[in-house]
């Protein structure tokens, strides 16, 4: 993936690539031997940069989506002089950003609300061949697949989730080996038994924007659930176990280097794990010195004391505690973000939030909700706010967490996609600066 640059500028990052198994590209022509990372480190331990910037982008299936958004938001970064200028002693960043396969599972991903009859693009053989790759699991989920996608062919407009089909999820699931342990669980583990039918009749709920008339709407639409759970347990395995290593490794390579992670959606998913590795419970070898979770696709009771006054801790939690984070946690959300504020509970427990945005009582929050809607919840001191525009002062606080209600900067437009990754205004780069300056 090598070093690229930021269009409109001078300035370079890194980018480094994992595959759909959770395993660092080896065929990097850029970097040692084919991987990256060892040209990564090579350059922080003999530049010593002053601060070491790590992005994780969320749904961005292919190398090109994933370098546009980085370039987006980079560059947004960049623009901000005066918030640049701030920063004290010499400046001398590196940028770095992860490319993992994570596919969308929303009305994005495959256009068209009808199979190709003549085996173009929307084919029954093309949507069984991309839910192969993007499920992973071996050569048993074909004919799976295929007994879903012929019962679509059978009733396009079926008012019920016909048996075959049932039993044919049922199946997936079990070699996916999904699990269900409620919204203290593992991100990949945090919603509800995984029931197709009641998927289906949700999905079919939201009319066709979402899951009605859609080529993965209708009895297909469980599919998207079952990828949505495939990408969120490999955001996690990623950022528990490569990456984990490795901002580790760059911390012991450049040990007065500042270090500042942000993630998007699945991405939030990726740097909470990196900061609390295998089982939430390990320790990078220092704090780090801010974290930025940006219209995050990940539970608001991840990190919580507890999960709507129950005792239950959330996955996160331990490292909550441990003060991972030497400086702030900022979050920001959206009431306009219809990913995180209605395919998310969606996809967790076939459910929607209960459309109260700002609950003056977390035990009014609902079970299956997202920091990208609801913020981090289930912790005292947590503060809420309004993200400011680029000449307001936030006064962050080290150590603290703070909830950014961005309503007025971050999916203005609506819709799914594009709104979702509303996120390179110059309002959320003044709160990253803001935060890495703290």
Not at 227 to 246: L, P
Request: aromatic share 10%; hydrophobic share 40%; charged share 20%.
């Amino acid at each position: 993936m090598s070093f690229r640059t930021i269009p409109g500028s001078k300035e370079q990052y890194a980018l480094l690539s994992f595959d759909k198994d959770g395993k660092e590209r080896t065929d990097d022509k850029g970097g040692v031997d084919g991987v990256m990372s060892k040209e990564i480190l090579a350059r922080v331990a003999r530049q010593q940069p002053s601060h070491v910037f790590f992005f994780s982008h969320g749904w961005q299936g292919d190398v090109a989506a994933a370098c546009d958004q980085y370039n987006r938001w980079i560059k947004a970064m960049l623009d901000r002089t005066e918030d640049r200028n701030a920063v004290k002693g010499t400046f001398t960043p590196m940028w770095i950003g992860l490319h993992w396969p994570s596919l969308p599972f929303g009305d994005e991903e495959l256009g068209g609300s009808d199979f190709n009859a003549d085996g173009g693009a929307m084919s029954p053989d093309y949507i069984v061949a991309t839910y192969l790759e993007r499920l992973g699991l071996g050569s048993d989920a074909e004919p799976l697949l295929r007994t879903i996608v012929q019962a679509h062919q059978r009733d396009a407009a079926a008012t019920g989730l016909p048996q075959d089909a049932k039993r044919a999820y049922a199946n997936l699931a079990a070699l996916a080996g999904h699990k269900s342990e409620g919204p203290s669980g593992p991100p990949d583990a945090d919603g509800t038994p995984f029931d197709p039918g009641a998927t289906f009749e949700a999905a079919a709920a939201t009319g066709t924007d979402f899951g009605g008339g859609g080529v993965l709407g209708g009895i297909l639409s469980p599919l998207r659930q079952l990828s949505y759970w495939t990408m969120k347990k490999r955001a996690r395995s990623i950022g528990e176990s490569g990456m984990h290593r490795f901002v580790a490794d760059l911390m012991n390579a450049a040990p007065n280097a500042r270090f500042h992670l942000m993630g998007h959606s699945f991405g939030c998913i990726v740097v909470s794990s990196i900061l609390g590795g295998p089982g939430a419970t390990q320790k990078l070898p220092r704090r780090v010195d801010s974290v930025a979770l940006i219209q995050g696709a990940v539970s608001l009771w991840a990190f919580g004391d507890y999960v709507q006054q129950q005792s239950l801790k959330g996955y996160f939690n331990p490292w909550v505690h441990r003060a991972a984070i030497r400086g702030p946690l900022v979050v920001s959300r959206s009431v306009h973000d219809r990913a995180v504020g209605t395919l998310y509970p969606w996809a967790s427990a076939a459910s929607f939030a209960d459309g109260s945005f700002d609950p003056e009582s977390d035990s009014d929050l609902p079970l299956y909700g997202a920091i990208g809607r609801f913020g981090i919840r289930g912790l005292p001191g947590v503060s809420f706010r309004p993200m400011l525009d680029t000449t307001g002062s936030y006064g962050f606080e080290a150590g603290k967490i703070y909830n950014l209600e961005a309503s007025k900067f971050i999916a203005k437009g609506g819709g799914v996609a594009g709104a979702h990754s509303d996120i390179d205004g110059p309002q959320v780069a003044h709160a990253l600066w803001q935060a890495a300056l703290v």
